[in-house]
Nanobody, 120 residues
Framework: QVQFVESGGGLVQPGGSLRLSCAVS????????MGWYRQAPGKERELVAD???????NYADAVKGRFTISRDNTKNTVYLQMNSLRPEDTALYYC??????????????WGQGIQVTVSS
């Protein structure tokens, strides 16, 4: 069982900032593309951003220019810096670790989720 430790969510006013953190075991982190997904009530889970072990990043169009994903390999932690938050960013945010191998294909692990609410 892979353990995730997610933190940093909460309530923030529109225009504010939050930073999400997600720590996972070194064994997984060192091999995985790490990502953040979110799911708003009544909507499907969607990719917010991800980052490869080579630090290549990918962002959803809705967050480009506002969110920044990064990883600290010394702490086995991935971060999501969220600036200029909007009410539509309100969702349950999930940390994701994706491992890909020639033999086993792709395996995904998920954190338990952390709530982000943007409201005045």
């Amino acid at each position: 069982q892979v353990q995730f430790v997610e933190s940093g969510g909460g309530l923030v006013q529109p225009g504010g900032s939050l930073r999400l953190s997600c720590a996972v075991s070194r064994t997984i982190f060192s091999l995985a593309t790490m990502g953040w997904y979110r799911q708003a009530p009544g909507k499907e889970r969607e990719l917010v951003a991800d980052i490869t072990i080579g630090d290549s990043t990918n962002y959803a169009d809705a967050v480009k220019g506002r969110f920044t994903i990064s990883r600290d390999n010394t702490k086995n932690t991935v971060y999501l810096q969220m600036n200029s938050l909007r009410p539509e960013d309100t969702a349950l945010y999930y940390c994701n670790a994706q491992l890909t191998s020639m033999i086993f294909g792709t395996t995904e692990y998920w954190g338990q989720g952390i709530q982000v609410t943007v409201s005045s």
